[in-house]
């Protein structure tokens, strides 16, 4: 079955600069989340969208952005990069009226390191 | 909000059976999940379970819910080397549209041969 697919899986970029992040959800998923997580960390929520609309924001720095598509795939940017921005992104999708319930599921990730 | 705790480190010998703990907060968390992380690796979904249920069973997992003291735990039978991971624990609420969850810190297991 089709997955999450987030590209590029591997990224280096240096301080101040920017970098995109692109997830392109499950066919027929209408959600996409977007989780931050640090060297040792959990992951921690960072916004979502639902049919291309924000629809929840949690610690995602002013210096992101980022939004939906109209063919629902999302792209998370990322400005000013500063060192500690170095983490693994995760998208993950889910459709909001299905049968698994709420149940999301997540890309393999996307490794950012920030020099 | 949300909290959810977890112990941070569990070590086993192979073929012992695994517990991993969790507590969350908020009594109306709806689904809670169990997700491993291996080294460099994503997030796989182990297994979930409905808040109206007390207990889950999928061939070696087994997940226990005590709701009245928001206590979710996974016990893993028959552990083997290649269980060694981190495992998370998620709590959501249901609803219409979307379902934030939140992560436990995660604990490390390890399993010795």
């Known amino acids: 079955a089709a997955g999450v697919i987030q590209s590029p899986r591997h990224l280096i970029k240096e301080k101040r600069e920017t970098a995109t992040l692109k997830c392109y959800p499950i066919?027929?998923?209408?959600?996409v989340y977007w989780y931050q997580q640090g060297p040792g960390q959990d992951p921690q929520f960072l916004i979502s969208?639902?049919?291309?609309?924000?629809?929840d924001k949690g610690s995602i720095p002013d210096r992101f952005s980022a939004q939906q598509f109209s063919d629902y795939h999302s792209e998370l940017n990322m400005s000013s990069l500063e060192l500690g921005d170095s983490a693994l992104y995760f998208c993950?999708?889910?459709?909001?009226?299905?049968?698994?319930?709420?149940?999301?599921?997540f890309g393999e990730g996307s490794w950012l390191t920030v020099v | 909000g949300e909290d959810v705790e977890q112990s941070l480190f569990l070590s086993v010998r192979e073929g012992d059976s695994s517990v991993i703990n969790c507590t969350y907060t908020d009594s109306s968390s709806t689904y809670l999940y169990w997700y491993k992380q291996e080294p460099g690796a994503g997030l796989q979904l182990l297994t979930y379970i409905f808040s109206n249920m007390d207990m889950k069973q999928d061939q070696r997992l087994t997940v226990l819910l005590n709701k009245k003291d928001k206590h979710l735990s996974l016990r893993i039978a028959d552990t083997q080397t290649g269980d060694s991971a981190i495992y998370f624990c998620?709590?959501?609420?249901?609803?219409?549209?979307?379902?934030?969850?939140?992560f436990g810190t995660g604990t490390r297991l390890k399993v010795l041969a």
């Open positions: 993950a999708s889910s459709l909001a009226e299905g049968i698994t319930g709420n149940t999301i599921y």
């Open positions: 066919p027929r998923h209408d959600t």
């Open positions: 998620a709590a959501s609420r249901g609803g219409s549209g979307t379902y934030k969850y939140i």
């Open positions: 969208f639902y049919e291309k609309m924000q629809s």
